[in-house]
């Protein structure tokens, strides 16, 4: 299949890459500048040009960012869109976050509908975030699964940064579906819906200070950070991004993905539980570690969430990787570029 990736530099979109190609398609991906395409091109050079393009889209959040991104020959059958703005140093939430989430969204939607007529699949990497209740903590007695949208209005989204990231996601996959609804374009959609996303990072567009910001909890603790008091965990559920990226593979490959959202999570985890693997697979970060005695970063006492990821296992058939496998690759990884 002919694929257009957006974002290919980023985190989550290296490993759809990757998988990409090893199953065969031909793929043209999004990056912001020439740089990041060298160092894709210089990792990959096993693949041609007809294999593996790249288009130049500077600034997603541009009205018709991606009019020209959208064209090829041969024409593109499918698109995985996982560009999107992910940083909590934000100054101006409406700006930095919801419009660009929600321009850059929609504005590939649009941009394929008039461009791209032999596009018949979509995939949108969205988040918990658009499933999560933020106002109601723990929620012990809920059980989340894609039936659940997050009611964060407009008012609250710009309160602070923390509030406007999850709303940047909500927004941004509500207007997805609006999209599809009002629109009737002949492609399909498919929203992937994941927590925190764990597993190696790709070493030749990281450095340990340009880590995605759920790895930087793992970084954190391996440096000592954590040593005296183990951060809260905040969202206690997880999944590998070797398994989300092969989600997003799966939902252009499998009829039965379209017009779907999932929810996809390997299961629970706490940062507590971070320190215990890295220790146990990694006794030379013992004197940075915390130990049993330190406090902090356990699960609430009065429990957590359940989780219904069902879906992901029944149509996608994906089995998820362990918390010890991502974890004990994730350190490598990192040790890689040098933690």
Known sequence: MRVLLTGGSGFIAAHVLDILLDHGHSVVTTVRSQQKARAIADAHTSYGKDKLDFAIVEDIAQENAFDEAVKSDPPFEAVIHTASPFHFNVTDVQKQLLDPAIIGTTGILKSVKKSAPSVKKVVITSSFASIINPFKGTWPEHTYSEADWNPITSEQAVENPAAGYRASKTFAERAAWDFL??????????????????????HYLNSLNGLNTSNQRIRDIMQGKAKDEIPETGTFIWVDVRDL?????????????????????AGYFSNKEIAQVVGKEYPQYKDQLPTEKTPGGDYPKDGVYKI??????????????SFEESIKDTVKSLQAVGA
């Open 181 to 202: 609804e009002k629109e009737k374009p002949n492609f399909t959609i498919s929203t992937m819906c994941p927590p925190l996303v764990l597993g190696p990072i790709v």
């Open 308 to 321: 219904d990821n069902s879906r992901v296992k029944e149509l996608l058939g994906i089995k998820f990787r």
């Open 245 to 265: 990226a092969l989600c997003h593979v799966l939902s252009i490959e499998k009829e039965e993905a379209a017009n779907k959202r999932f929810f996809i999570t």
